[in-house]
T-cell receptor, first 116, second 115 residues
Framework: DSGVTQTPKHLITATGQRVTLRCSPRSGDLSVYWYQQSLDQGLQFLIQYYNGEERAKGNILERFSAQQFPDLHSELNLSSLELGDSALYFCASSPPLGTASTDTQYFGPGTRLTVL | AQSVTQLDSHVSVSEGTPVLLRCNYS??????LFWYVQHPNKGLQLLLKYTSAATLVKGINGFEAEFKKSETSFHLTKPSAHMSDAAEYFCVVSDPTGSARQLTFGSGTQLTVLP
């Protein structure tokens, strides 16, 4: 158990809908990262937040957005869902900058999204 | 820019025999390198991490990896495979510069362990 929690575990929805995925980082970690894992694209970095602020963006679609709240949990919002958005979505967290392990990311169990 | 190439998409070994999963990296900087494992329907678990302190890194479950700068390689090994090692393994590089510690993942190697 990494200490990173994600809810829900599974999500089944229809095309055109909107969903929210939730992530709580490990205690003490300030960074939250979101990744998408699909069969055709592999593991892709979507976005990173550090202490409430967006820090880096990867291959995140405009239909997707995220935020990190004052209590450091994060939400990934996916809208106008398409069949191709079906994937495993992982959240990861890492220790604060200036600590020895700041580059080590600890992953949650993931949310499996199925778009029908 | 940084990248990772996992040279084998599938590796099959017999239980009790050695495991070798190959990884080559490309980075403009002295990178941090990781191996993660993903068991079926599970999240990613950190196996081990290299950060320049020692070229031979020992991880969990008997795995180790050797950083070879001249060959830009970071191969993962285990002396004796166990059935529970069957999983997908990802070699990962992290850009150590800047404040965003983005990870770049290899395409993964599926390890099958035969009885």
């Amino acid at each position: 158990d990494s200490g990173v929690t994600q809810t829900p575990k599974h999500l089944i929805t229809a095309t055109g809908q909107r969903v929210t995925l939730r992530c709580s980082p490990r205690s003490g970690d300030l960074s939250v990262y979101w990744y998408q894992q699909s069969l055709d694209q592999g593991l892709q970095f979507l976005i990173q937040y550090y202490n409430g602020e967006e820090r880096a963006k990867g291959n995140i679609l405009e239909r997707f957005s995220a935020q990190q709240f004052p209590d450091l949990h994060s939400e990934l919002n996916l809208s106008s869902l398409e069949l191709g958005d079906s994937a495993l979505y992982f959240c990861a967290s890492s220790p604060p900058l200036g600590t020895a392990s700041t580059d080590t990311q600890y992953f949650g169990p993931g949310t499996r999204l199925t778009v029908l | 820019a940084q990248s990772v190439t996992q040279l084998d998409s599938h590796v099959s070994v017999s239980e009790g025999t050695p495991v070798l999963l190959r990884c080559n990296y490309s980075s403009s900087y002295s990178p941090s390198l990781f191996w993660y494992v993903q068991h079926p329907n599970k999240g990613l678990q950190l196996l081990l991490k290299y950060t320049s302190a020692a070229t031979l890194v020992k991880g969990i479950n008997g795995f180790e990896a050797e950083f070879k700068k001249s060959e830009t390689s970071f191969h993962l090994t285990k002396p004796s495979a166990h059935m529970s090692d069957a999983a997908e393994y990802f070699c990962v590089v992290s850009d150590p510069t800047g404040s965003a510690r983005q990870l770049t993942f290899g395409s993964g190697t599926q390890l099958t362990v035969l009885p």
